[in-house]
């Protein structure tokens, strides 16, 4: 397919903005009837119009050769690449700028391609604390079963405790992979991202090889935070949270140089852990209102935030909004964010009976995991989200058992706040 009119993304020198990049980007109506909105290719496969043809695109998808310049690498086989796939990669790469973008069919399965791309026995991970539980599992626990070993660093806006942990790590063995979230699911702690590129290059000169940093931009992403503008090599997400943005799929993705993600997208074909054509098509849909919803939601956030932290039930309000002028933390925030988000963590004076009698008295927001959905929803992340993670490490980077994580949607703010003020009016 050749990139033409629908890939056009400026008028003469004009930049055209995401925001309307999102209508039309990537989409010729006219291979599809003159369809005004993508259909959903319902098909495992597509019929080439030669066995030359059919050669040449297999050569392609698999990486044997390059297709010719201007020229997309053909419809094979939906494990492979489908038009719905290939429409929001192309949508997702416009936000980072990125040179490549692959959906996979879970923000889990988008994380777990690209290290196992990037990783062999023997190797060691080292990584950001805290990760979503999820993550945090699968370097510490299943992938310990391969001979791969993980450290950890819980201060990511201070050298030495980067650098700590790498001295630690390379003790070990080969460090191949930094994979920071930033900020944190719950806490909103920060990683710098331009640090832990040039430690990673620093780890080059020292072992002759280097770790590729690999940034969760879930929380800020891709409106907030571009991770790969500020050194990061792959920016991966769970599309299930603010690009999906309804509650109503699971989807990933991971972004990077073309040069970066060729393996991690050959790894995709041969373990096919790519999305199918209708949970793109519904990402198609997600990314038209990604501006307007994450905009909304944030401004919600603010209002919602500012009150928790007056309330005298709450002992603290974990947002990017309240971070100390000349902090580490907010020198960082300045450098790599553009706005706070919508999702935060605040503790309630109290433990986790006094937690739960304030969830279980919420009437509006929704007491369910996940996040960046249209609804607000909250959660208890030490008994939930968290609970794999061993209780003393928790307690330790200040996921605690009085800690409630709150997801703010699109509603009236108004509203979040009086149903947050008559549920902490239980405690
Ligand atoms: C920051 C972050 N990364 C990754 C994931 C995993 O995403 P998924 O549930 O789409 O596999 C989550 C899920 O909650 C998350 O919050």
Not at 350 to 372: C, D, M, Q, T, Y
Not at 389 to 395: C, F, G, L, S
């Amino acid at each position: 397919m050749a990139r033409d009119l629908y890939h056009r993304d400026r008028i003469g020198n004009r930049k055209l903005k995401p925001e309307t990049l999102m209508l039309g980007y990537g989409y010729d109506p006219q291979l599809s009837e003159g369809a005004v909105k993508p259909p959903v290719f319902l098909t495992s496969t597509f019929v080439f119009k030669s066995a030359e043809h059919g050669k040449d695109f297999f050569d392609y998808v698999s990486g044997r050769r390059e297709p010719p310049a201007g020229e997309a690498a053909g419809l094979v086989y939906s494990r492979f690449n489908h038009p719905n796939a290939e429409i929001v990669e192309d949508r997702l790469k416009v936000f980072e700028e990125a040179e490549a973008a692959l959906l996979f069919s879970s923000g889990m399965s988008a994380i777990s391609t690209t290290i196992l791309a990037y990783i062999k026995p023997g190797d060691v991970i080292v990584h950001s604390q805290p990760l979503y539980g999820g993550t945090e599992t699968l370097i510490t626990r299943t992938l310990t079963g391969l001979s791969i070993k993980a450290v950890g660093f819980a201060d990511g806006v201070e050298e030495a405790s980067i650098r700590a942990a790498l001295d630690e790590a390379r003790a070990l063995g080969r460090v191949s992979i930094i994979m920071i979230e930033t900020p944190s699911n719950p806490l909103n702690t920060l990683v710098d991202i331009s640090l832990v590129r040039k430690l990673a290059e620093e780890l080059e000169a020292a072992q002759g090889h280097r770790p590729i940093v690999v940034c969760d931009n879930t929380l800020l992403g891709p409106l907030f935070q571009k991770p790969l503008d500020h050194g990061a090599d792959v920016s991966v997400y769970s599309l299930t949270k603010y690009v999906g943005g309804h509650s109503d799929l699971i989807a990933g993705a991971a972004l990077g140089s073309a040069a970066v993600m060729k393996p991690v997208r050959a790894l995709r074909s041969a373990i096919g852990t790519q999305l199918d054509a209708f949970p793109c098509w519904m990402i198609a849909r997600s990314l038209e209102t990604l501006s307007l919803r994450m905009t909304c939601a944030t401004r919600n956030a603010k209002v919602v935030a500012d009150f928790l932290k007056s309330h005298p039930a709450v002992a603290a309000v974990d947002h990017l909004s309240f971070l100390p002028e000349g902090s580490a933390a907010r020198r960082v925030y300045d450098a790599q964010c553009g706005a706070p988000g919508s999702t935060l963590a605040f503790h309630i004076r109290g433990g986790e009976a006094e937690a739960f009698r304030v969830l279980n008295a919420l009437k509006i927001i929704k007491l369910a995991v996940s996040l960046g959905g249209t609804e607000s929803l909250v959660c208890h992340p030490a008994s939930t989200t968290h609970s794999g993670v061993p209780k003393a490490v928790r307690d330790r980077i200040g996921v605690t058992d009085a800690t409630i994580r709150l997801s703010v949607g699109i509603e009236h703010p108004d509203d979040l706040v009086s149903d947050l003020a008559q549920a902490l009016a239980n405690i």
